[in-house]
Structures are given as C-alpha cells and as structure tokens.
C-alpha cells in the first residue's frame, strides 16, 4: 500500500483501543496498544501567602502543567507569574486553588514582559475556594480557555 494515493487507501475505521502501537527506540523495538497509552499531566503543589512572588520560568516549575494553590498565612495577595509565553508555544497551564482561599485571599496570574492573557496586561485573581482556570499559549501570549468558579 506503500505505493496508493491517499485517496485510493481503504476507508478508515474507529480505533478499538487494542491495536498495536510499534516505537523504534535506540535499537530496541516496543510495542503498546492504544488502551495502555495514559493522558498525562505533571501535578504539582504550590503554597502561597500574601507578598510572596512565584516565577513560573523558573526551572521548578518547566515541566509541570497543574499547579494545586494552597493558602498558607495572613489575608492578602500574592503574585504568580506566568511563564514567557513566546518559549511556551501551545502550551497548557492549569490553576486550582484549595479549600483555604477566601476573598481576602488572593493569586494574581500576571503575564510577563508586556505580553497578554486573554488579551490584557492585567493579571486574573483567583480569590475562591476550589476555583480553576486554564490557559494557553499560542506562542505569543496566553488565552484562558476555561474557567471554574
């Protein structure tokens, strides 16, 4: 089949979740199927308390996509900020904040180097108990594409 068009293939059909996946690694061929391949996301937890600034560039944080905020002091406000979005192309941020935040209590995702979040330069508060937000990058500023309060 090597040899066919694409449009002289034979019509696709849905993937079962049992069929073969083969990966060539250094010299060592494996194999999985589709219903062992997992969705993986990189956790991580992050206590905050008012004055204190988090850089998301730092290199703690390169790999992580779901950052659980966990309250930890006094009323105020803290800064968390965003990564730089140009060297975080369709890249997938998740914030939620733990059963600690109040609306004295408060996170400001803040967005770098003049660039934009849903396009503002002004940062997004999370100041409630369990909300969420998740962005992303399109290489040159962020994009919120879904929020949970």
């Given amino acids: 089949m090597a040899n066919l068009k694409i449009s002289e ?3 696709a059909t849905a993937i079962q979740g049992n069929e073969e996946i083969v990966i060539v690694q250094g010299e060592i061929t494996k194999r999985t199927t589709v219903n062992t391949t997992t969705n993986y996301i ?12 988090v850089n998301l ?8 996509d779901m950052i659980r905020l966990h309250w930890s002091g006094s009323n105020g406000s803290m800064t968390l900020n965003l990564p730089d979005a140009t060297q975080n192309l369709n890249r997938v941020l998740r914030f939620i904040s ?7 209590t408060r996170v400001e995702l803040t967005p770098i180097l003049s660039q ?7 940062s997004y508060t999370i100041n409630k108990v369990y909300e969420g937000i998740q962005i ?14």
């Fill in 9 to 11: 293939l034979p019509q």
């Fill in 42 to 53: 990189v956790p991580t937890s992050l206590t905050v308390s008012a004055g204190q600034t």
């Fill in 57 to 64: 560039s730092d290199v703690a944080y390169q790999n992580v």
């Fill in 98 to 104: 733990n059963g600690g935040f109040q609306t004295a």
């Fill in 116 to 122: 934009t979040l849903d396009g503002s330069i002004n």
């Fill in 136 to 149: 992303w990058s399109d290489g040159t500023e962020w994009f919120i594409i879904q929020k949970k309060a």
